[in-house]
């Protein structure tokens, strides 16, 4: 295999397949907060930088997603600065971040496969499965990308140089770039270890395992860093299942739910539903298992006479078990998650192939060809999902309609889109099927209030509260609704309530702010808007009403000024411009 027109040839495949995801919009699946609102630049790139770096306070940790990731966060401001609202630019960052880590897997697979065209078909099909879509389309999937390129690159420096010298300093620097732009890259070492117990790179003497020790600090360094970030920001989730043959069922539901999107891509989705924890196994149940067992029964089976196999196997398992909820995160499974293992199966699927055979037999070239033709096919389909916020939610919808989030953001996304009535259409259309959904609930609640009917809006909130006391946003809505409604009593101890549940709820401060503003309560009033601002400095409506507050306690200056601030945050605000046009006279 020549390595020119081999790495020229999957370059083009990349293109031909991925510029389907190269589009001047977004999705509203958390890139607002990360790219569309980022309020990190208002005070300068400089400032904004020493933010990334150094501020581990509440306020910034919320605005950069609860994660310290400098190199993600960096990466997105450089966007920021130089396409403000260019997205186009920045998917086409995203494309050439993962050209760059196409290029560096085929030279991965040079390294385990040797100079073969089954080196490349490994690479290829990595470059070019749909389950890609979600890390190469999505903006926020940066991170992945960063992530993985340096991962990728580290194992290289760290094979090629045996684990010494230059090799290995340039391998921990790797590291820690690719812990810093997604921390499940901790699992590095374990990575690398495969290849020290599969044979790939030769034991050495002691003074070489203290090479090691390096890379164990970035793991020690980033875990508490991270654990440290996430207990802050209430980050991580609770443990699904209780006892170890539930957690065990649950940890084979996971990588069963990955081999089955990885060999049939057909069902992929940006939301999956949580697994029902079983109360008896029966034939169902026990599938998750028996294919974890089978599984590792293969890695096993193919130690000895196919070694490669059960590396690229062994990749997928040691790769997936950052997010395989032994630590346990928000969602259960992602697309995205299965980014990095999938090199993994890719590689096994390669190393199937007998040497002899390789692709130089037409049957095995036309069948090989047709694979990568028919999965590119499939990821240009896919990208096309991913460009548009209505479509993302109606595949969600289409594919998993017992998951009433996907039919709350569906109606989100209409109604963003100008659609009201479908919004409405598909609040109730999720609600015939989902009849106490609590997120349903909540979105007729505000689609209610919006509409002013106000009875049906405060019952289907307090549904929803009955349902999910933690619904925050059903409770801010209440309150809001309440005090609206000259029951400013009953607003005024719900907000309370909630700024006890929920502390860290900027929006239901604000709310409790307003609340006693207009009950006269200034001093109270400012003190919990104040507080609102710790949390997410860039409100705007607790901005504006600092500004009322000040006014009111004939502090014109500090209003002059919080009013100001809000404009420019939000130059139309009608509060702030009335308010202004009251204090220049003065």
């Known amino acids: ?77 450089m966007d920021l600065s130089l396409w403000p609202t260019g997205y186009f630019e920045q998917h086409m960052h995203n494309l050439a971040l993962y050209a760059v880590l196409c290029a560096l897997v085929l030279e991965l697979m040079v390294v385990v496969l040797g100079q073969e065209p089954r080196a490349w078909f490994a690479a ?18 940066r991170k992945d990308l960063l992530a993985a390129v340096f991962v990728v690159a580290g194992v290289l420096f760290w094979v ?114 949580e697994p029902n924890l079983p109360l008896a196994f029966g034939l169902v149940e026990f599938l998750p298992v028996a294919l974890c067992a089978g599984l590792c029964l293969a890695i096993a089976g193919s130690w000895q006479r196919l070694p490669l196999v059960a590396f690229g196997l062994s990749w997928f398992v040691v790769a997936q078990l950052p997010t395989s909820q032994l630590v346990p995160l928000q969602n259960i499974v992602a697309d995205r998650y299965l980014f990095l293992p999938s090199l993994g199966l890719a590689l096994a699927l390669a190393a199937l192939i007998p040497v002899r055979y390789s692709f130089s037999k037409k049957p095995l070239f ?27 939610w109606a595949d969600v919808v289409v594919k998993h309609p017992e998951l009433g989030r996907g039919h709350a953001a569906l109606a989100g996304a209409l109604r963003a889109a100008g659609h009201e009535g479908k919004a409405s259409t598909a609040i109730e259309q999720g ?23 106000a009875a049906e809006a405060e019952a289907a909130l307090r549904r929803a509260l009955r349902a999910d006391p933690r619904l925050r946003r059903a409770a ?55 507080s609102s601002l710790d949390y997410n400095p860039g409100n705007t409506l607790a901005i504006c009403n600092l500004g009322s507050v000040m006014y ?13 601030r809000c404009l420019l945050l939000q130059p139309d605000n009608p509060t702030a411009l009335e308010g202004l046009r009251h204090i220049a006279p003065r």
């Open 1 to 77: 295999m020549r390595r020119l027109p081999a790495h020229l040839s999957l370059l083009v495949a990349v293109l031909a397949t991925w510029t389907a995801s190269l589009h001047d919009g977004f999705v509203n699946f958390d890139t607002p907060w990360m790219v569309v609102d980022n309020r990190l630049l208002e005070n300068g790139l400089l400032s904004a930088v020493r933010a990334v770096l150094w501020d581990m306070s509440f306020a910034t940790r919320h605005t950069l997603g609860a994660e310290y990731l400098p190199v993600r966060d960096l990466s997105v401001l």
């Open 124 to 141: 290829a099909l990595f470059a070019l499965h749909p389950i890609q879509t979600e890390t190469v389309a999505w903006l926020v999937g």
């Open 160 to 273: 090629r140089s045996s684990g010494r010298g230059r090799g290995l300093a340039l391998s921990i620097g790797c590291m820690l770039l690719a812990c810093w732009s997604k921390n499940t890259a901790v699992i590095f070492p374990a990575l690398l270890a495969l290849f020290v117990i599969f044979g790939l790179v030769g034991q050495r003497d002691r003074r070489w395992w203290l090479g090691w020790l390096p890379l164990l600090g970035v793991v020690a360094l980033v875990s508490l860093t991270s654990f440290a970030v996430g207990q802050q920001m209430g980050f991580l989730a609770e443990r699904r299942g209780e006892g170890v043959l539930e957690l065990l069922w649950v940890q084979c539901w996971i990588f069963s739910h990955y081999l089955f999107s990885f060999f049939w891509p057909f069902e992929l989705s940006a939301l999956y539903p």
């Open 366 to 392: 036309v069948l090989g060809v047709l694979l990568l033709v028919f999965l590119a096919m499939q990821s240009r389909d896919r990208s096309q999902v991913w460009q548009d916020s209505v479509e993302l």
């Open 431 to 453: 609600l015939n099927r989902l009849p106490g959904d609590p997120l349903l609930l909540q979105a007729r609640g505000l689609d209610l209030m919006r509409k002013d009917r």
């Open 476 to 530: 801010n809505n209440l309150a809001l609704l309440l005090h609206r409604e000259k029951r400013s009593d009953e607003a005024l101890e719900l907000a309370r309530q909630m700024a006890r549940t929920h502390p860290s709820y900027s929006h239901g401060l604000n709310t409790l702010g307003t609340i006693l503003f207009d009950l006269s309560d200034l001093d109270g009033a400012e003190r919990v808007l104040l």
């Open 552 to 564: 009111r306690k004939k502090r014109l200056e500090q209003a002059a000024g919080w009013w100001t």
